[in-house]
């Protein structure tokens, strides 16, 4: 996020509870090939502020 300014605006303006749904799931992954492809998954999400389960709410 410190060399993507947007992605950090947009992530700081999702709520406390989606940040920390996008950081449980990333952090939950084992391997770092993992880790990178959910952080690859998720970026357009934020931007788009849209949180990782809101189609199922």
Do not use: C, H, W
Not at 21 to 36: D, M, R
């Amino acid at each position: 996020m410190d060399q993507n300014p947007v992605l950090k605006e947009a992530f700081q303006k999702l709520s406390p509870y989606k940040q920390y749904e996008f950081l449980e799931y990333i952090e939950s992954a084992k391997q770092e090939k993992t880790k990178i492809s959910r952080i690859e998954k998720v970026i357009p999400m934020i931007l788009g502020n849209v949180g990782l389960n809101d189609k199922y709410r």
